[in-house]
């Protein structure tokens, strides 16, 4: 039972910390006096694809919190029952490895045929790794605190 709640809480922490805090960093990086060449809106609710299911398009948001929310129940199961330390530098940490790296770095490019992420594109890629870090410490927090109470 600790692991589906595991599970269960960690997808909520995900889905939320990608409504909130990932769709506000992207946010942030869309202005011109932080950061050129991010075009990405946040919180589009320009319909999309699935990968899973083509035909389906659903608003962007809901996409992104769906994929946030399944990252964050692998949160869930790793960071445990009775999550210690440093939740947030944890959350950061896994979310460079996890999403980051793994997600966007080595997925989506053999998804999409072995295409470059962005093309390479350093001013892309930059967003992507603190965004990413700044969702996974979001819900390693979220989830810290849903699960056990516990603020980091």
């Given amino acids: 039972m600790n692991l589906i709640k595991g599970i ?21 990086f869309n202005n011109p006096n932080i950061w050129t060449g991010w075009d990405r809106v946040s919180w589009s609710k320009e319909p999309v694809s699935n990968i899973l299911l083509p035909e389906l398009e659903v608003p962007k948001i ?14 869930g199961v790793i960071l445990g029952a009775r999550p210690q330390g440093a939740l947030t530098i944890q959350g950061a940490i896994l979310g460079l490895f996890g999403p980051a790296i793994i997600g966007v770095f080595l997925v989506v490019p053999f ?9 390479g594109d350093v001013s892309k890629i930059v967003p992507v790794i603190v965004i990413l870090m700044g969702w996974g410490a979001a819900t390693a927090w979220l989830y810290g605190y849903f699960r056990y109470g516990r603020l980091p």
Avoid at 113 to 119: T, W
């Fill in 111 to 119: 998804l999409k045929g072995g295409e470059p992420f962005f093309g």
């Fill in 62 to 75: 809901i996409s992104a919190m769906f994929w946030g929310g399944l990252w964050g129940s692998l949160f």
């Fill in 8 to 28: 269960v809480l960690g997808f909520i922490a995900g889905a939320i910390a990608t409504l909130t805090v990932h769709e506000f960093i992207s946010w942030l």
